[in-house]
DNA sequence: ATGGTCGAATATCGA
């Protein structure tokens, strides 16, 4: 079972790509974020005519988030557990082949210590809660998306710059640490230790040609996925296309 | 140089 991540920028405008990416890596399930819009302006058909069922969870110009699969979707909830005042679409969940899957897109945090910061980290807690209530066996679980944090040195391009920053504070290292205390492993670093390898270049300056970005996209998956995953993957060659999306798609192979 | 670029929306705001 392959499972991907991708933090899109915008479904509209990157509908191709995603078209064309589908197409040559064969996921099963995809997870998107920042797709920026309603659910009535998805392009759902595109997705529908490779064989893939959508759901979707989208606003106006903001957030929005989606899951495509080749394999029936049952059980399609949006928004945190006890998340009725939630404006912002950040998370919708599914199952699929017998796996809970989730894609979130986790609060940017703007600046540290900002009010957005803090909803940031209670978005952590809240999610922790959630899985709890969708899966309280802890098993067969894969957490993906842009958790806009980049869990250790080797997941930033200079650890000593950005100690204290946005998207790596102690404080967010710690929100993402009690999450995976749930009993989630990151599926990219089951395969590969190495330093540098990131999934978002900010579009500004050439931090693209540098390899000056972040590895905030992640794949978590429950133990007993984690012993079962055989390849995971950053797509980074997308990222240096044409008209791209600030993040680069990860991907998994579960056997 | 508190900059730079992209996307949504059409002046700025969020990232």
């Known amino acids: 079972m392959r499972i991907a991540t991708w ?16 197409r040559r890596l064969e996921p099963d399930v995809l997870c998107m974020q920042e797709t920026k819009v309603v659910d ?11 064989g893939y069922a959508v759901a979707m969870a989208g606003q106006k110009t903001y957030n929005g988030v989606a899951i495509a699969s080749r394999l029936p979707l049952r059980d399609v909830r949006v928004g945190l557990s006890n998340g009725e005042g939630d404006a912002d679409k ?7 082949g017998g796996v809970r899957v989730l894609s979130a897109y986790i609060p940017n945090g703007k600046s540290v210590g ?35 944090v980049a ?20 404080d967010e290292h710690r929100a ?7 009993g989630l492993r990151d599926a990219y670093r089951l395969h590969h230790p190495e330093a ?30 984690a012993a079962r995953c055989t390849r995971a993957e950053i797509d980074d060659a997308e990222r240096h ?15």
């Open 7 to 22: 933090n899109v920028n915008s479904i509209r405008i990157r509908i191709d790509a995603v078209v064309d990416w589908i």
């Open 40 to 50: 009535d302006d998805f392009p759902t058909e595109e997705l529908q005519r490779l």
């Open 90 to 96: 950040r998370l919708i969940s599914a199952s699929a």
């Open 114 to 148: 900002s009010p957005s910061f803090a909803q940031k980290l209670a978005f952590f807690t809240r999610l922790g809660s959630t899985l709890e209530a969708q899966a309280p066996d802890r098993r067969g679980v894969v957490l993906c998306g842009d958790f806009n």
């Open 151 to 170: 869990p250790d040195e080797r997941d930033v391009f200079d650890p000593a710059r950005m100690r204290g920053q946005l998207h790596f504070h102690p």
């Open 176 to 182: 993402l640490g009690e999450l995976m205390d749930f």
């Open 196 to 225: 540098g390898r990131f999934s978002w270049w900010d579009y500004r300056g050439a931090g693209l040609q540098k390899n000056e970005g972040l590895r905030i996209d992640l794949v978590l998956l429950s133990h007993d996925l």
């Open 241 to 255: 296309k044409d008209k791209p999306s600030d993040h680069a798609p990860v991907l998994v192979d579960i056997g």
